[in-house]
Every structure is written in structure tokens, then in C-alpha cells.
């Protein structure tokens, strides 16, 4: 775990460092304070799994195996917020809530097909309150499908409080089933997107 974690949180320091020396001329978006939480949730993604993310995906793109060089090179070519390696099963895109229904039609096929696979979708905790979102959960749970939406919780929406901009004292979502709906809590040092350091306009 702890050699693991070190792995990660070198990777995005090294990430953060390269955009800041302007070696990285796209957005970016960093993760920091959950990776125990996600190695722990990993632990359950086998190989053959499919993982769908937001544009924020560094961590689970490298705990589903991507080598790190590759995903470096993708992340220089300006690619950090659409990481998409079908190799190793893993889709991520910037459009808000929009690998849900990709992840859904995904865990449909499974499902018909009678294989053995399960789709994991991470999410945020204001896209968890979008209509997408709702619906796509809604389906899976009715249809008993092989997915688990993970909901990345940092409070945050760019810079709005999620919880009051909806007037909630808990997400929506965490009234789901846990086998459908998997809810943790993170504080990053990172902004939404960039370094915190070097501004781009």
C-alpha cells in the first residue's frame, strides 16, 4: 500500500511540475488525499474489468496498469483530460457525465451477453446530481446490471460547494444500494484544474 501510494502521489507531483514548467500546454487535473481509498477500491478491479472516468483519471489509468511512460506521453500530447486505452479497458472524457451512459450500455452488453466482466464509473459528487447521472443510476439498479458507480467526493464543483448549491445535507445518491452506488470522501491541494501554481488562460 505505502510503496503503492508513493508511486501515485510521484506521478502527479511530477505532472504538476512539467505543467508548470510549461511543458504541458492542455488542462490537467490532479488528484491528492484519496489514494488509499482508491488503491483499496482497485483491489477489486480485475483485468478484464472496464473502468469509465471524468477527466480527472491519472490514478486509476495507472492502478489499471497503463505504463507510466505511456501515459505520460498521452499526458504531454495534451490528452490529461480524455486518457483512453481500450488495451486496458479504460475510458475517460471531460464532457460532464459523459461516459455514464457508455459505462451503462457497456454493463448492458455484459449482462446480455452472459460475461463474467463488471464496469466500474467514477464520477464526481456534483455530476452524481445531474439528470445523467440520476438516470443511469435509476437504470442500473432496476435492471440489476454489473456496474458500481464510484462517486469521488471533494465537496466541489470547480469552486461551488456542492452540497449548498443544492440545499442537501447528503448527496442523492448515497440513499442507493452500496453493491450499485460506492461514495468516498477526499480534500485535495489541487484545484479543479492545473497546479495551483502556473496560470493558464
Not at 508548470?20 to 488525499?33: C, F, R, T, V
Not at 446480455?112 to 443511469?136: N, P, Q, R, W
Amino acid at each position: 500500500m505505502k510503496t503503492l501510494k508513493k508511486k501515485l502521489i510521484k506521478f502527479e507531483t511530477k505532472v504538476a511540475n512539467l505543467f508548470n514548467n510549461q511543458k504541458i500546454k492542455a488542462p490537467i487535473h490532479l488528484y491528492h488525499g484519496n489514494e488509499e481509498k482508491i488503491i483499496n477500491i482497485f483491489k477489486n478491479i480485475r483485468k478484464r474489468d472496464w473502468v469509465f472516468c471524468s477527466w480527472r483519471s491519472h490514478y486509476q489509468c495507472l492502478l489499471k496498469g497503463v505504463p507510466e511512460k505511456l501515459l505520460l506521453k498521452k499526458i504531454l500530447q495534451g490528452k490529461s483530460i480524455a486518457l483512453t486505452f481500450k488495451n486496458y479497458r479504460i475510458i475517460s472524457s471531460a464532457i460532464v457525465g459523459g461516459v455514464l451512459p457508455i459505462a451503462v450500455g457497456t454493463a448492458i452488453g455484459i449482462k446480455k451477453s452472459g460475461m463474467k466482466e463488471k464496469v466500474y464509473c467514477f464520477l464526481g459528487d456534483m455530476t452524481s446530481e445531474t439528470g445523467i447521472a440520476h438516470e443511469c443510476i435509476k437504470y442500473s439498479i432496476n435492471y440489476n446490471l454489473p456496474i458500481q458507480f464510484i462517486i469521488e467526493d471533494n465537496n466541489l464543483s470547480v469552486c461551488s460547494d456542492t452540497r449548498l448549491v443544492w440545499k442537501l445535507k447528503k448527496l442523492t445518491s448515497s440513499k442507493y444500494p452500496k453493491k450499485f452506488v460506492h461514495i468516498y470522501k477526499y480534500k485535495n491541494k489541487y484545484p479543479h484544474a492545473g497546479s495551483g501554481t502556473r496560470i493558464q488562460f
